[in-house]
């Protein structure tokens, strides 16, 4: 099986009202480079899931991560 295949059987088996979404996605949500999402990352600042070299991300924990850390600019 190739990666995508495995992480095609995974997500099947995820209740169909989680979305993952990749890094790429996540940069634009939190308008950030994709350096800043690495180090976000390491330092376990949002939720990941790593399925082979590909990290995914639950969509709706990262909503919610943005809006807790949402600040209002003056």
């Known amino acids: 099986h190739t990666s995508a295949e495995r992480i095609n059987v995974i997500l099947d088996n995820v209740s169909e009202d989680v979305t993952f979404i990749r890094s790429a996605d996540v940069c634009k949500l939190l308008n ?35 809006a807790s850390n949402y600040s209002k600019r003056l």
Not at 33 to 60: C, M, V
């Open 32 to 66: 950030v480079s994709n350096s800043t999402l690495r180090n976000l990352r390491a330092a376990q600042a949002i939720p990941f899931y790593k399925l082979g070299g590909t990290f995914l991300y639950n969509k709706e924990e990262i909503m919610n991560y943005l």
